[in-house]
């Protein structure tokens, strides 16, 4: 619920378990009074002004020392009106100087979400979802600033973003664009953030906020491996299951700026939004651009429930299409089982075993367009090398669909080969710096897609290879950090960055359109751009290149902070695995796949008949649980980078059926038995563990745990399914 106090200018948000208040001040200034767990009335008495010193006072203030932005707590905070702390936008003008001084003009408080045009964000109708707008203006330059917010009470969820606008007639430079800013009077708070590189993403790292600027981001065009848009703060003592924690989930794809730093009276300020780097966005008399949204949630029962909160939110509020709610299909991909090296035939007879053991779906990964025989030629080139494939694609995807199985295909729309015919016609579509070579990575180009007339190009492309056969699935690439920021077409160079992405979102939108039917897997070099941006457009994700098991317990748990089970594609392959040479045992490979939207991407054709029967009953298996799998609460129940033990567990929302998973990571002599313990069961209820009918009270599973004993195997695998009796 958003309310205005009109006497004392105070905004009130309430969601079931938070409030968030801000103030317009006697000056005109928003201040920002409090988040977090839900109180009632005027949170203004927080506000202590004194005498900083070296803090400076707005002229408003006139002999007022004691009144300074510097210290006090701010909702959208500026460079140039005496704060020193780093700033959520800062404007350039073309005299060469900067900053600027906003106040609030007006407010609009509306019933629904609102929506952005052009970027992604959270939608809710208006049974679920309020929308706060707030317009601070800066009369000098005229330039409008419009702080949206949107409130999903139920899911104790606020979103946020912002509009720049200039209403004025000189031209201004947007130089710093950050989405949210959160600030914190008292409290000593910890930073959880998620970092990682390609093939061992989002690894958790949990460190004081202290005196000093901290950052994440990314200046690769891409969210990235290294960093993950997603912040977490969390006081000191807050763990899993208690204490208030806040989140910050960006829901973009291109490079962003994640800062945090206790100032010198010991205020936490938090910041999520743009980066700055290669970015100088010009607006003009009546242009604007807006801040991508960030997603904020709030707990004060530990980072299980805040995770939760972003799980639900992502799940039906960022999702969309067909395949939200749907069940999604059981696939074999067939980039590990062949890499570049089939035919025709060889995509057929990957079909025919599927097909045997179960499976929905094949899907042809790289490999199957212009001259494509290694990953040194043909992007760009989107026309079916239908002498590899020995037929053409509608022929190969009807002799698949004959088997029974749909039909799926891997594009990278975004890159260009040197040696591509696309290339060599149109070199200046690719982002290059004139008069220099370009940095290449493998061996590959990014085309700019900050240009419409490119974007339309590779649009029609795409189109006509999907609309030669019934394809149902398409795996959409990106296999490199974007490095020349420069643009052969019209345009300012500091604006490339972010129209590119604009450019990714209009060409996902209208395949969205156009292909309702189509469910399209994003991927970048596994989960180098897994954020809530491309889920708007892609509702599952590549988790990982890394389809080791063990690797993958770590890197699926640090996912799981922020994305929900079904957003991450997860599959079981070969062993020993092609990243890491470990062995581990199938079963083994698929408890931890079946924590995602699962498949296959092996060569059925080399398992025994054993393995191929473990599969069969892996696939049964899937199929029972999968909607709880992919609908239920999720709830961590180790650290597997500390534990012995990876476990984890969903729990249907009736709390009715659950499934616990435990994949032993390490092994020793004379082995101690584990215990796991359940969450989020109802205590008075009783539970039958399916395999051997043992019934327990919920509260024993969750205060006791049950015990698991090594059979001395390596990375062995356990999976309970308990059901409410
Ligand atoms: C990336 C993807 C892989 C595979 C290859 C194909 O690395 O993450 O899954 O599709 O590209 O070139």
């Known amino acids: 619920m958003i309310t205005f106090n009109e006497q004392n200018k105070i905004f009130t948000i309430h969601t079931k378990n938070s409030t968030y208040q801000m103030k317009v001040d006697k000056y005109g200034f928003l201040l920002h009074l409090y988040y977090g767990g839900r109180t009632e009335g005027n949170m203004d008495y927080l506000l202590v002004c004194l005498d900083r010193g070296f803090s400076g006072n707005p002229y408003d203030a006139g002999n007022d020392r004691a009144y300074s932005l510097d210290v006090l707590p701010q909702e959208f905070p500026c460079r140039g009106n005496g704060d020193f702390r780093s700033p959520a936008i800062d404007v350039r003008y073309e005299n060469g100087s900067y900053g600027c001084d906003l106040r609030y003009e007006k407010h609009f408080i509306k019933k629904g979400k609102y929506s952005i045009e052009g970027l992604p964000a959270v939608y809710a109708d208006e049974a679920l979802g309020e929308t706060l707008e707030i317009v601070l203006l ?30 004025g007639s000189e031209k201004i430079y947007i130089e710093k664009l950050q989405s949210a800013c959160l600030d914190f009077v008292s409290g000593e708070y910890d930073l959880i953030t998620f970092y990682g590189r390609h093939a061992m993403e989002r690894n958790m790292q949990r460190i004081r906020v202290s005196h000093t600027s901290q950052q994440i981001g ?8 290294q960093y993950n848009p997603l912040m977490l703060l969390a006081e000191k003592a807050a763990n899993e299951d208690s204490g208030s924690c806040y989140a910050m989930s960006l829901v973009y794809s291109g490079s962003f700026l994640g800062e945090a730093e206790c100032d010198s009276v010991n205020q ?45 939110c992502i799940r039906k509020h960022i999702c969309r299409g067909k395949y939200r709610d749907g069940l999604r299909p059981l696939l074999v991909n067939s980039w590990e089982a062949a890499y570049f090296n089939f035919n025709g035939e060889t995509i057929v007879k990957l079909a025919e075993e599927a097909a045997e053991l179960g499976v929905d779906m094949l899907v042809m990964d790289d490999g199957w367009f212009g001259k494509r025989d290694d990953d040194n030629s043909g992007l760009g080139d989107w026309y079916v090398n239908e002498k590899k494939l020995g037929c053409t694609l509608n022929e190969l995807i009807t002799r698949v669909n004959n088997k029974g199985l749909k039909f799926g295909i891997w594009i990278e729309p975004e890159m260009v080969n040197e040696d591509s015919d696309l290339y060599r016609e149109h070199s200046d579509w690719a982002l290059s710096f004139p008069n220099r070579k370009p940095v290449r990575a493998r061996n ?35 296999n490199r950090s974007i490095s020349d920021v420069f643009s052969h077409g019209d345009k300012h160079q500091g604006k490339v960055m972010y129209d590119y992405i604009l450019g990714l979102y209009d060409f996902l939108e209208r395949l969205n359109n156009s292909y309702p039917d189509i469910l399209i897997e994003g991927c970048s070099g596994g989960g180098g751009r897994f954020d809530a941006g491309m889920l708007y457009y892609t509702p599952q994700i ?11 317990t770590r890197i699926q748990y640090g996912t799981s902070f922020g994305y929900p089970v079904c957003a991450s594609a997860s599959h079981v392959s070969a062993a020993p695995n092609h990243q890491t040479s470990r062995s581990t045992p199938l079963h083994t490979r698929g408890v931890v796949a079946m ?12 398992m025994s ?26 709830y961590r129940l180790s650290n597997p980078f500390e534990d012995m033990v990876a476990a984890w567990e969903i729990v249907s929302e009736d709390k009715s059926r659950v499934l616990t998973s435990a994949v032993l990571l390490e092994i020793h002599g004379n082995m101690p038995v584990i ?43 356990w999976q309970f399914y308990f059901e409410k009796v």
């Open 675 to 717: 215990y796991i313990k359940f969450k989020g069961l109802c205590p008075d209820a009783f539970y039958r563990n399916e395999e051997d009918g043992m019934v327990y009270s919920g509260a024993a599973l969750m205060e006791a745990g049950i015990p698991i004993v090594s059979d001395m195997k390596e990375y062995q695998a």
């Open 595 to 606: 924590a995602g939207s699962f498949g296959y991407e092996l060569d059925f054709g080399k």
């Open 609 to 634: 008949c054993e393995e191929k029967n473990e599969v069969k009953n892996q696939i049964k298996a899937y199929r029972r649980y999968e909607k709880l799998i992919h609908e239920g609460d999720y």
């Open 542 to 552: 590549w988790c990982s290149d890394n389809t080791d098991a063990v690797d993958r």
């Open 138 to 167: 800066d009369k000098t330059c005229g330039m409008e600033v419009r702080l949206l917010y949107g409130v999903l009470p139920e899911l104790d969820i606020i979103t946020r973003s912002v509009k720049v606008k200039n209403s």
């Open 444 to 478: 590959q180009l990014v085309l700019d897609f900050s240009r419409k007339d490119v974007v339309d190009y590779i649009y029609d492309q795409i189109c006509s290879v999907l609309n030669q056969g019934n394809i149902e699935y398409v795996k959409w690439d990106f």
């Open 268 to 312: 936490t300020r938090i910041q999520l939004g743009l980066s700055d780097e290669q970015f100088s966005y010009p607006l003009a008399e009546g242009e604007f651009i807006y801040a991508p949204e960030v997603i904020i949630s709030y707990s004060g029962n530990g980072l299980s429930s805040l995770s939760g909160n972003l799980h639900k």
């Open 218 to 225: 990314s200046r690769r065009g891409m969210s990235s491996h």
